[in-house]
């Protein structure tokens, strides 16, 4: 996987700060585009995401052992690849075929869809894909 979970990431904790965290430790610019940060606030956590080969077990062995990550007490693990993804706000009554359908569109994924377990009461749905490609 190109992406690294930083995990235990406060709310005060600004993306910018974090932005700087990696350019530091990875010697790379996310002006320039080597990776991008999604900040996951319900979670505690962002997703880093790296855009060449950068080999992310390294990156974050040097994050999990950096005296400004520890402070913060931030750490990192790889992301594993999935085959499923939650998809929200599915309007009632969304039949599983037109979930599949989508999903199989070339515009919404081109992705081969195995299942689709529904969850109503939340208007989610859990799509199983093939193989990890599908959910990029």
């Not at 931030?74 to 999903?103: G, Q, W």
Request: one cysteine or more.
């Amino acid at each position: 996987s190109n992406a690294v979970v930083l995990e235990n990431v406060k709310e005060t904790v600004k993306e910018c700060m974090l932005i700087l965290l990696v350019e530091n430790i990875s010697g790379l610019s996310e002006d320039d585009g080597d990776f991008s940060v999604e900040m996951i606030p319900e979670l505690h956590a962002a997703v880093v995401t790296f855009t060449g080969n950068t080999d992310t077990g390294e990156f974050a062995k040097k994050l999990n052992q950096n005296h400004r990550a520890k402070q913060q007490n931030i750490t990192a693990r790889c992301l594993e690849l999935t085959k499923s993804i939650r998809a929200e706000n599915i309007p009632p009554n969304t039949s599983s075929d037109y979930i599949t359908i989508y999903f199989e569109n070339k515009r919404n994924g081109d992705a081969q869809v195995m299942d689709v377990q529904q969850l109503p009461d939340e208007d989610a749905a859990i799509i199983t894909f093939s193989d990890h490609k599908g959910n990029a």
